[in-house]
Nanobody, 125 residues
Framework: QVQLAESGGGLVQAGGSLKLACVAT????????MGWFRQVPGKEREFIAG????????HIANSVKGRFTVHRDTPRNTLYLQMNSLKPEDTAVYFC??????????????????WGQGTQVTVSS
């Protein structure tokens, strides 16, 4: 059973930065894919970024492109999300997700088998 643990959330002022980390433990697959989603109350989970096992195949949502970057540390089974120039609308619970292969629809939450508990990110104006 793959387990995911997020860290790095918190409270930050608009314009600031945060770096989230997601550590995967348990069985791993050489072609797995890990991604970040976020969710605010009353809304569906929104894909933010993702990376293949090797890090050679990455995706970033248009809504955060230019401000967020994703990085995969494969030896440490860790996925990072660097968030810069944060805005109040980035406030959400951020979830890490993983699947045993790269999903065709990587931007859809139903494609992912494993999920972390989430970490709260709050951006004050």
């Amino acid at each position: 059973q793959v387990q995911l643990a997020e860290s790095g959330g918190g409270l930050v002022q608009a314009g600031g930065s945060l770096k989230l980390a997601c550590v995967a433990t348990g069985p791993t697959f050489s072609d797995n894919y890990m991604g970040w989603f976020r969710q605010v109350p009353g809304k569906e989970r929104e894909f933010i970024a993702g990376s293949s096992w090797s890090g050679s195949n990455t995706h970033i949502a248009n809504s955060v492109k230019g401000r967020f970057t994703v990085h995969r540390d494969t030896p440490r089974n860790t996925l990072y999300l660097q968030m810069n120039s944060l805005k109040p609308e980035d406030t959400a619970v951020y979830f890490c997700a993983a699947d045993s292969s790269t999903p065709i629809n990587y931007y859809m939450d139903y494609e992912y088998e494993y999920w972390g508990q989430g970490t709260q990110v709050t951006v004050s104006s």
